[in-house]
DNA sequence: TTGGTTGGGTTCATTATTTGAACCACTGGT
DNA sequence: ACCAGTGGTTCAAATAATGAACCCAACCAA
């Protein structure tokens, strides 16, 4: 692991819960040495990617963080042109839509919509780094994903966060061809003890996964006519959003999904 | 210079009409050897502040950013508490008005609305990085920040962007004399050679910069009526954007500009 | 085909930078 | 007066970053 990475590394553990964090909680979290981490800290910090509060001299993401995010919306508009669409899928099937990006072996969240139809809500946290073995979005990258992205998921353990979680590789290999044959991911109760989703792959050029769209609600509605209803409208997404994206579902699977449909 | 501030330094390069970065070109800008910069990019694309262009393989900015700013946003709603205000003040004078922040020694823009009332319009581009001796919000940052953020731009020549750019410490001391007794700073074809400003800093806990908004105009229609509404407005936005940050204006120089209102 | 150019990417010995144990300074609690 | 908890700093030792030279592919013109 190169200098540069452990000190991006550190901004991940930014959330909307955890907004603020100081230098002796940072290095419980990473366990790395004091003085490493403060040289980290104080180098993003010069850069911009970090400020601290004056008072408690506490860090957290700073400007720099504003200006770029500028500039990649400005010329890859990628959060404008997935609103819509994923605004659109929300009303449609009631529920809580998002669509999350692959980035390296793990999902980043890109945007995601409430319709906010129901009494109780999927408490979604934009800001927290997806695991793909866990998250019904995961399987569906994963089940399309570059062999060496599933190894170096394999590589570490398959950390366990609720009941439904799969944690040994033949389960999950299993879960990934269910997937590629039916085209979309289903998840019961593996991230959050009471949530039930479904995700479908998104595709760039080429035919190469770069996401995937998943709707996400709590487990007590989680009815099978509803499971069929999403199902549809994320296969439907799938295909529009790829689109948007200037992709290519990848032709082996193409007319067996859309048959489906 | 650190291994993380050279490897961040690279996303500094990206901006509106530059939104994708070949591996050559970079070495070019930032001339330094082609294997550090790769190695560099590829730490940056793993982690996902980079992702490639597949077919021209050249790098752009990746949805790491979008992650990160979704939770600076969440947590600390800079940019949506500034929006109503930077709109009222640029509808109010019929100008492009924007905030940006202190960081290091240069400026990065948060936010720029424009209302778009005239004919012609100033092209801000929200991506790119400001110089602090050359920009009105630039001195207006300067004349109130630490002795040692001046000393670092002295330290550097003093670029010359346009014919009214300050190129000399002399002439730059005076103006930032002139710029705390007014509480303003005003520009007159210093970094585009069409463009006039005026801008006003802003202050967070402790009366300490922050950063500065200001508005630009072409330079064509700076009238001394219309100088003088700008810098009422400014005054006027400086407080309320304080107010809103939860800073304090300095007190030595609070009073004096009251009464100048 | 050949040779030249420009682009991206890689190798490995050399070198310089990062690292971490121990340290200091401050604050609040007892 | 002491301890435990912060944030932050130092300097020799070890590790990780560096860069000259290299490879490969695509493109272009003779």
């Known amino acids: 692991m190169g200098t540069i990475t452990k000190a991006l590394d550190l901004l991940n553990f930014f959330a909307k819960q955890k907004p603020e964090i100081g230098l002796t ?15 980290h ?28 995010s500028g500039v990649r919306e400005a010329t890859h508009p990628l959060r404008s042109v ?13 529920e809580l839509t998002h669509v999350s990006l692959l980035q390296g072996d793990v999902l980043s969240p ?12 999927v408490a979604f946290d934009e800001s927290e780094i997806l695991p793909l073995h866990a998250t019904s979005s995961g399987l569906a990258v994963l089940a399309f994903a570059d062999e060496d992205v599933t190894r170096s998921v394999l590589k570490r353990p398959l950390t366990k966060y609720a009941d439904g979680t799969i944690t040994t590789a033949d389960e999950l ?3 990934l ?8 991911a289903s998840q019961d109760r593996t991230f ?7 995700g479908a792959p998104l595709f760039g050029v080429g035919g190469k996964v770069v996401g995937a769209v998943s709707i996400a609600l709590p487990a007590v509605r989680d009815t099978d006519e509803k499971r069929a209803e ?7 997404g799938m295909v529009r959003i790829t689109q948007q994206l200037g992709g290519d579902l990848p032709p082996e699977h193409a007319e067996k999904w859309q048959s489906a449909v």
Request: proline share 4%; hydrophobic share 35%.
């Open 41 to 68: 800290l104080t180098e993003l910090m010069e850069n911009g990617f970090l400020e601290q509060n004056p008072v408690t001299r506490a860090y957290r993401l700073g400007p720099a963080i504003l200006r770029l």
């Open 25 to 39: 909680e940072f290095v419980r979290l990473v366990n790395r040495d004091k003085a490493t981490v403060h040289r």
């Open 173 to 175: 290999r299993s879960v």
């Open 82 to 94: 997935l609103r819509p669409i994923v605004e659109d899928i929300a009303r449609q099937v009631g």
């Open 110 to 121: 890109a945007l995601h919509f409430d319709p906010m139809t129901h009494g109780t809500q």
């Open 192 to 198: 959050d003890s009471e949530v039930c989703s479904q």
């Open 230 to 236: 999403i199902r549809e409208a994320l296969r439907d």
């Open 177 to 184: 061809d269910e997937v590629r044959r039916t085209g979309t």
